[in-house]
């Protein structure tokens, strides 16, 4: 069975693909191990020419599948950004694609001392959105503190969180990657990071699926859905539906309202495929880092590896 699921994911990893050429192209990523604390940079082998693709998603294992009725609860107007629609309050988050959307909270060591104090040494907690067998893809801003010029101690991830006590019920992460361009520079057209869990937290859950386009993707509807810590709704679920409105090679804008700490939020369409990481709000518009070729190519070779680790 579980060789089963094995073929079957890598099949569709890899025959998704619109015309790819048989060219490669390298690029250096910056890799960093929690457990040894050590920060090092490997090179990815991409694909050039691709024009479009998906990495497919894996359903969760529930028959429970969000429908508008869903959709319809509360809604959070009088901190809307953007405009009277507000925000959906999700009272509930088992079905997917809700369930595979976690909380974030990453640790710091301020101080030097090797121990993670509650005494303001967490991040406002964030989003993060399960894209693989133990791996979570969320906004570089969210792991690396640009502030203080620190990475975290720990990153903790909440699965199916819906409540203001965070509780003692939480994964973490073995590693996280970035771009150099994010690590160096704080390039926000590079504003996201891999974590690699140190196990399959989507084992419950299933995962969203991934969408690239070298084409213009404007227009698409979708639907942006996080964790705000405005001190009301703190540790609940909250969402919008929008549509994609301009774009770059590398960022989108949408109208979807978001609130802060929905950052690393997925941006994704109605069939559940993630088109970019929402990473910031602004007056006239909110934003988004869209999957690129070289993200495209890296979470295909990380899926690729965890399915082969838990599947085989």
């Known amino acids: 069975m579980k060789k089963t699921i094995l073929m079957c994911i890598i099949i569709l990893i890899f025959g998704l693909y619109d015309n790819v050429s048989a060219n490669t192209d390298n690029f250096e990523v910056v890799n960093h191990c929690f457990d040894t604390n050590t920060t090092n940079t490997e090179r990815i082998t991409g694909r050039e020419n691709i024009e ?5 998603g894996m359903p969760a294992n529930t028959k429970d599948v969000a429908d508008e009725s869903l959709l319809n609860n509360e809604l959070i107007s009088p901190f809307s950004i953007l405009d009277e629609r507000g925000l959906t309050f999700l009272s509930n988050v088992e079905p997917a694609p809700f369930c595979q959307i976690t909380k974030i909270v990453a640790c710091y060591d301020y101080n030097g001392n090797g121990v993670i104090e509650d005494n303001g040494e967490k991040y406002p907690e964030v989003t993060g959105f399960m894209v693989g ?12 503190n640009e502030r203080n010029k620190i990475f975290p ?10 409540s203001k006590n965070l509780g003692s019920k939480y994964y973490t992460a073995y590693s996280w990657l970035m771009m150099p361009e994010y690590y160096r520079n704080d390039d926000i057209n590079y504003d996201w990071c891999i974590l690699t869990m140190k196990e399959n937290i989507a ?39 929008g549509e994609i409105i301009s774009e770059t090679e590398y960022l989108i804008n949408h ?3 978001t609130l802060p700490g929905q950052s ?28 690129t070729k070289e993200l495209f190519a890296i979470l295909g070779q990380k899926i690729s590896d965890a399915t082969s680790h838990y599947y085989n």
């Not at 101690?153 to 699965?159: A, D, K, M, Q, T």
């Open 52 to 56: 479009s693709g998906i990495l497919p």
């Open 133 to 144: 067998p133990g791996i979570v893809l969320t906004a570089a801003h969210c792991i690396w």
């Open 153 to 162: 101690l720990e990153v903790r991830v909440y699965v199916k969180h819906n």
């Open 203 to 241: 084992v419950n859950t299933g995962w969203m699926g991934i969408g690239y386009s070298s084409k213009t993707i404007t227009n698409k509807s979708i639907t942006v859905s996080g964790y705000p810590y405005d001190n009301k709704y703190q540790g609940h679920q909250c969402c919008s539906k």
């Open 255 to 257: 109208n979807a309202n």
């Open 264 to 291: 690393g939020s997925p941006i994704f369409d109605s069939d559940g495929i993630a088109w970019g990481i929402h990473r910031a709000g602004a007056k006239t518009f909110n934003q988004g880092v869209r999957i």
